[in-house]
Nanobody, 123 residues
Framework: QVELVESGGGVVQAGGSLRLSCTAS????????MAWVRQAPGKEREIVAT????????RYGDFVKGRFTISRDNAKNTVSLQMNALEPDDTAVYYC????????????????WGQGTQVTVSS
């Protein structure tokens, strides 16, 4: 069982930046594939970024276009998402998610979820 707690959301103007953080309560954090997933009102959850366990290989949703960076610190049990050049379309609840077996670009494949943090980008 893994508990995930996100922080760092808020309100920002278009073009601004935010950094989201997620802390995991597990001794085996380095064995979990991690992802940031977002859900806007009336839309399905979509993968923002994923990161593998030890090598830290990353993948991003097409909409990211080089604006976001996912990273992890296995010594601190944290995964972060640095978001730059934010746009109003980035407004959503952002979730930290984890799974054991392999990285996945499907949000439904992730087994553990945080409570989410709201990101609002004003125009």
């Amino acid at each position: 069982q893994v508990e995930l707690v996100e922080s760092g959301g808020g309100v920002v103007q278009a073009g601004g930046s935010l950094r989201l953080s997620c802390t995991a309560s597990t001794r085996s954090f380095s064995t979990y594939y991690m992802a940031w997933v977002r859900q806007a009102p009336g839309k399905e959850r979509e993968i923002v970024a994923t990161i593998t366990t030890i090598s830290g290989a990353t993948r991003y949703g097409d909409f990211v276009k080089g604006r976001f960076t996912i990273s992890r610190d296995n010594a601190k049990n944290t995964v972060s998402l640095q978001m730059n050049a934010l746009e109003p379309d980035d407004t959503a609840v952002y979730y930290c998610a984890a799974r054991k077996s392999a990285s996945s670009r499907s949000a439904s494949a992730y087994e553990y979820w945080g409570q989410g943090t709201q990101v609002t980008v004003s125009s």
